[in-house]
């Protein structure tokens, strides 16, 4: 299964845009790149996903490079409620849909 | 339309005692995961089913047991707990990877002393 890397931490300011990057070079042509959200200690809540092409929707939205190998999760308009962990994950098209999550990027939005 | 429903929220088991964590969806999916994060980490996947009567081991399977018998219900036995099981556990379910997202409970905070 593809591996994802991010970094352990980010800090953005209330109101601005948060851009959260994720490396996944050895996804493969029919791996989705997911990205999940973590509140406290609540189960992950679903924020987007894309296989080749951009994607949007009314929480965030999603840029795949070209050769798919990295991700940026945009949040346009980041509010304090955002703060939480923040995992992008590769599911793959085969294996029983098992995803294998990392330790994610803590965000803290700061007022 | 309750989702994913996981019982009990918390427990505090004694070493060597057993129980089951509890997960049903009614979602008509065939996918469910079980999933450990332990505190600071990241998901680890348990033990997850494709169907009913089918399941299978994922990355840390020692310790656990699951039984699939209908598509609704994947439930979790801890045999013997020991205090490395001190963790909070997830159930998760998809009805056709990858081009579905998971759905997961909200959890069961398990303490072993």
């Known amino acids: 299964d593809a591996k994802t890397t991010q970094p352990p931490s980010m800090d953005c300011a209330e109101g601005r845009a948060a851009n959260l990057p994720c490396n996944h070079s050895?996804?493969?042509?029919?791996?989705?790149v997911y990205w999940y959200r973590q509140i406290h200690s609540q189960g992950p809540q679903y924020i987007i996903h894309g296989l080749k092409n951009n994607e949007t929707n009314e929480m965030a939205s999603l840029i795949i490079t070209e050769d798919r190998k990295s991700s940026t999760l945009i949040l346009p308009h980041a509010t304090l409620r955002d703060t939480a962990v923040y995992y992008c994950?590769?599911?793959?098209?085969?294996?029983?849909?098992?995803?294998?999550f990392g330790d994610g990027t803590t965000l803290t939005v700061k007022p | 339309n309750a989702g994913v429903t996981q019982t009990p929220k918390f427990r505090i088991l004694k070493i060597g005692q057993s129980m089951t964590l509890q997960c049903t969806q009614d979602?008509?999916?065939?996918?469910m995961y079980w999933y450990r994060q332990d505190p600071g980490m990241g998901l680890k996947l348990i033990y997850y089913?494709?169907?009913?009567?089918?399941?299978d081991k994922g990355e840390v399977p020692n310790g656990y047991n699951v039984s699939r018998s209908t598509t609704e219900d994947f439930p979790l036995r801890l045999e013997l707990a020991a205090p490395s099981q001190t963790s909070v556990y997830f159930c998760a379910t998809t009805g056709r990877p990858p081009k579905e997202k998971l759905f997961f409970g909200s959890g069961t905070q398990l303490s072993v002393l």
């Open positions: 979602m008509n999916h065939n996918y």
């Open positions: 089913s494709v169907g009913a009567g089918i399941t």
């Open positions: 050895t996804i493969s042509g029919n791996e989705y």
């Open positions: 994950i590769v599911s793959p098209n085969t294996n029983a849909g098992k995803s294998t």
